[in-house]
Each structure stands twice: as C-alpha cells, then as structure tokens.
C-alpha cells in the first residue's frame, strides 16, 4: 500500500509540474514561443539537473524571478491605477503576503511528515507556483488596463 502512495504522489506532482509548464503565459511569452521567459529557464535548469538538489534549486530560482517579475507589476499597476483602486490594490497585497507566508509554512510542515526526497520537490514546486501566479496575475491586470 505504501508504494502505491508514493506513486500516486510521484504522479501527482508530475502533473503538477506540467501544469505549471503549461499554464497561459502573457505578453513576454511570445518570445520564446508562448512560454514564460522565467518558466522556459525553469525548465532547462531542470533538464540540466533533475536530481532532487536540482529541482529544488531551480525552485528557489524560478519563486526569486517571480517575486521579482510580482513586484515590478505591482509597482507599474499601483502607478497607473487611481488612488481608491491603488489602495485596494495595496490591502490586497498585503494580506496576499500574509496569506504567502502561512501557506509556505503549512506546505513546509505538511510535506516535513512524508518519507523521501520527491516530497521536498514537490513542496518547493508548490512555493513556486504560488509566486508564479500572484505574479502573472497582476501582469494580466496591467493587460487589461492597457486594453482599456
């Protein structure tokens, strides 16, 4: 039964892992063929070195480029928006960051309790993808705004 577990989590977390590969990029997609700059670097840094320490560094680089890319779009967003939406905008954010910080604790706990290595990678591809999607979320929103 509990290789049976340890499959299912292995198969889950390959999904996981493509659909973060997959999911819908935005403007600078286009120039690397509709996918992310920061994800197609993810993806080489992964095909270079996919052993659990390599994953898990190309995690910690992808969640640091998207944190970057987030806050670059929250700086430009806030600059175009007017003041009532701009302060919307800034609770927003900073209740998103308390919400990221507890939810990185409970992925850290949570997968703490599970037995080999691919469950770090896993929770390092979910710290990831979370940054990733705040990120291209406010990207979206500065689309929007400039389609207005």
């Not at 197609?40 to 390599?54: P, R």
């Not at 898990?56 to 007017?82: F, G, Q, V």
């Not at 701009?86 to 910080?101: T, Y």
Request: hydrophobic letters at 45%; one cysteine or more.
């Amino acid at each position: 039964m509990r290789g049976i577990k340890k499959t299912v989590a292995f198969l889950v977390a390959a999904v996981l892992l493509a659909a973060v590969l997959q999911y819908p990029r935005g403007a600078a997609a286009e120039e690397t063929g509709g996918v992310h700059p920061i994800d197609a670097e993810f993806q080489k840094k992964i095909d270079a070195d996919s052993s659990t320490a390599g994953i898990i560094n190309a995690c910690l680089w992808a969640e640091k480029e998207w944190d970057k890319l987030l806050n670059e779009n929250y700086k430009t967003l806030m600059k175009k928006l007017d003041k009532k939406s701009g302060e919307k905008l800034r609770k927003s954010q900073i209740e998103w960051i308390k919400f990221r910080d507890l939810e990185f604790e409970f992925i850290r706990e949570f997968y703490r309790g599970f037995d080999g290595s691919m469950y770090r990678t896993v929770a390092a591809g979910f710290q990831t993808d979370f940054v990733r999607e705040r990120a291209l979320g406010l990207g979206f929103r500065l689309s929007d705004l400039a389609d207005k």
